[in-house]
């Protein structure tokens, strides 16, 4: 079956520009999950939703982001006003079993 | 001290060797204990997952968990050239919720 899909693959953008990057999860997977990635490092966590509400946002690291998933399936992550430091490989995953979380291709934001 | 903590590595190992990978964790109630598998570029595959303490074996690879010593570890066994990667470990605390990784361990198989 299909895996996570996130668009778009990359995306390119100036400091203080707005940013959404799609998440669209495995079919039937209820949880949901943002991560980011910079180089040499191990993915880090940003937000979950299970169904249509986030469970734990305790990882967004200011108000400048955030995250919906109004039907309980796609979601987007939001940037506003982007800044040099945002830039890193957003991935998303998705789990049914509430333990194995499987990964999309990732997003790579470049903020100039 | 980080939460999750790996050797950078690289680690090298000659191809057909055994290949071990290791993992510390701080918070002693996590529950569950993941290895992904990432290749330059792309994004983080699961390769195995651990509940329990002892071994867990799929083909090539065991996975071992230590719960008392907050140990876990991977063996690749016959590796390959095709296993080099970063190998990341993961930690959740609560069934469901966020994943903590290490920075992960970059495994060079030569031929």
């Known amino acids: 079956g299909a895996g996570v899909s996130q668009t778009p693959s990359n995306k390119v953008t100036e400091k203080g520009k707005y940013v959404e990057l799609r998440c669209d999860p495995i079919?039937?997977?209820?949880?949901l999950y943002w991560y980011r990635q910079s180089l040499g490092q191990g993915p880090e966590f940003l937000i979950y939703?299970?169904?249509?509400?986030?469970?734990?946002d305790s990882g967004l690291p200011n108000d400048r982001f955030f995250a919906v998933r109004p039907e309980g399936s796609v979601s987007t992550l939001k940037i506003q006003r982007t800044e040099r430091g945002d830039s890193a490989v957003y991935l998303c995953?998705?789990?049914?079993?509430?333990?194995?979380?499987?990964f999309g291709p990732g997003t790579r934001l470049t903020v100039l | 001290q980080k939460e999750v903590e790996q050797n950078s590595g690289p680690l090298s190992v000659p191809e057909g060797a055994i290949a071990s990978l290791n993992c510390t964790y701080s918070?002693?109630?996590?529950?569950?204990f993941f290895w992904y598998r990432q290749y330059s570029g792309k994004s983080p595959e699961l390769i195995m997952s651990?509940?329990?303490?002892g071994d867990k074996e799929d083909g090539r690879f065991t996975a071992q968990l230590n719960k008392a010593s907050q140990y876990v570890s991977l063996l690749i066994r016959d590796s390959q050239p095709s296993d080099s990667a970063t190998y990341l470990c993961?930690?959740?605390?609560?069934?469901?919720?966020?994943?903590?990784f290490g920075q992960g361990t970059e495994l060079s198989v030569k031929p």
């Open positions: 651990i509940y329990s303490n």
């Open positions: 995953a998705s789990s049914t079993t509430d333990r194995e979380q499987f």
């Open positions: 918070d002693r109630v996590s529950q569950s």
């Open positions: 079919s039937g997977h209820t949880a």
């Open positions: 939703f299970q169904g249509t509400g986030a469970a734990d």
């Open positions: 993961a930690v959740n605390a609560i069934q469901g919720g966020k994943l903590i």
